[in-house]
């Protein structure tokens, strides 16, 4: 893929939307195969972020492939470490490790573990899964950027079932006490969570207000329009002194019509027929 020519500090040049597409695609089809194959779960959670996924590794992210630990880098942190699936498969299409390898995700002797493991392949930056741990995580990389002051930015991907976690909160409140303005948090706001719909598990709304009242400049976002989620990401910081939140409004299993919205997705893997179609329907 040629290189992207973006935007930074809301200035748009060039942008090619297509390829950016077509990478979310791509993530897709990995992802239900790789679900299918291993019989792994999260399939659901994975396909709703494919997109915020493709945004940030072939447009936003400053990154090389080749010197993945450059100190200038931009650092990305999936919090819902659940949703795995997606972000090797992103890393893999970037070319940080070659594609054959996602073939070892959730088998034995396999190289891939199902929550992202620092060390298994180069481009992850923390161990995640335990969910309310991955923002903390980013507010101690963004405090080392400040106080060695580089300019390097730290994105954060947290599931909406994350905000349940007290120490989300927590973490809330140091980034804005440290003016953490490298720092970019965003939501995978697919309300849909472990046992129920968000609101019904533990409702977060007003969710954008909340972060407002714990000190975030907060966008809100369509998280399935390209556009719309590039713009906001390359907008970052959204004001000085400030971290910034993105709430991406998604929709789970998305891609696959049989999955979208549906809870059962969060477990199962699809079986032969529903593979079939979720790959004619990801064409």
């Given at each position: 893929?040629?290189?992207?020519?973006?935007?930074?500090?809301?200035?748009?040049?060039?942008?090619?939307?297509?390829?950016?597409?077509?990478?979310?695609?791509?993530?897709?089809?990995?992802?239900?195969?790789?679900?299918?194959?291993?019989?792994?779960?999260?399939?659901?959670?994975?396909?709703?972020?494919a997109?915020?996924?493709?945004?940030?590794?072939?447009?936003?992210?400053?990154?090389?492939?080749?010197?993945?630990?450059?100190?200038?880098?931009?650092?990305?942190?999936?919090?819902k470490?659940?949703?795995?699936?997606?972000?090797?498969?992103?890393?893999?299409?970037?070319?940080?490790?070659?594609?054959?390898?996602?073939?070892?995700?959730?088998?034995?002797?396999?190289?891939?573990w199902?929550?992202?493991?620092?060390?298994?392949?180069?481009?992850?930056?923390?161990t995640?899964?335990?969910?309310?741990?991955?923002?903390?995580?980013?507010?101690?990389?963004?405090?080392?950027?400040?106080?060695?002051?580089?300019?390097?930015?730290?994105?954060?991907?947290?599931?909406?079932?994350?905000?349940?976690?007290?120490?989300?909160?927590?973490?809330?409140?140091?980034?804005?006490?440290?003016?953490?303005?490298?720092?970019?948090?965003?939501?995978d706001?697919?309300?849909?969570?472990?046992?129920?719909?968000?609101?019904?598990?533990?409702?977060?709304?007003?969710?954008?207000?909340?972060?407002?009242?714990?000190?975030?400049?907060?966008r809100?976002?369509?998280?399935h329009?390209?556009?719309?989620?590039?713009?906001?990401?390359?907008?970052?910081?959204?004001?000085?002194?400030?971290?910034?939140?993105?709430?991406?409004?998604?929709?789970?299993?998305?891609?696959?019509?049989?999955?979208?919205?549906?809870?059962?997705?969060?477990?199962?893997?699809?079986?032969?027929?529903?593979?079939?179609?979720?790959?004619?329907?990801?064409?």
């Open positions: 893929m040629k290189q992207l020519i973006g935007f930074w500090k809301g200035v748009f040049l060039t942008e090619d939307i297509k390829a950016v597409k077509e990478n979310a695609l791509n993530i897709r089809r990995k992802v239900v195969e790789m679900s299918y194959k291993t019989g792994a779960s999260h399939v659901g959670s994975s396909l709703s972020c997109d915020i996924l493709a945004a940030l590794y072939f447009s936003v992210l400053r990154i090389d492939p080749k010197k993945p630990s450059d100190e200038k880098r931009d650092r990305f942190i999936l919090s470490g659940h949703a795995v699936p997606a972000l090797y498969t992103a890393l893999a299409l970037r070319g940080f490790f070659p594609e054959k390898q996602l073939e070892g995700f959730h088998c034995d002797e396999g190289t891939l199902c929550h992202p493991t620092r060390g298994c392949v180069a481009g992850i930056e923390a995640t899964g335990s969910l309310g741990h991955g923002l903390s995580i980013g507010i101690g990389m963004a405090l080392a950027g400040k106080l060695d002051k580089k300019e390097y930015m730290v994105f954060v991907l947290l599931s909406d079932g994350e905000c349940d976690e007290g120490s989300t909160w927590e973490a809330g409140l140091e980034a804005s006490h440290l003016k953490l303005d490298n720092l970019t948090a965003i939501i706001y697919n309300k849909l969570q472990a046992f129920g719909r968000t609101n019904e598990v533990v409702n977060l709304e007003p969710l954008s207000d909340k972060w407002k009242s714990f000190g975030f400049s907060v809100e976002v369509d998280g329009n390209l556009e719309q989620l590039m713009k906001a990401l390359k907008s970052v910081p959204f004001e000085k002194n400030k971290p910034s939140m993105i709430i991406a409004n998604t929709i789970k299993g998305k891609g696959v019509s049989y999955m979208e919205n549906k809870l059962k997705w969060h477990y199962k893997s699809p079986n032969d027929e529903e593979f079939k179609k979720a790959m004619q329907e990801l064409k």
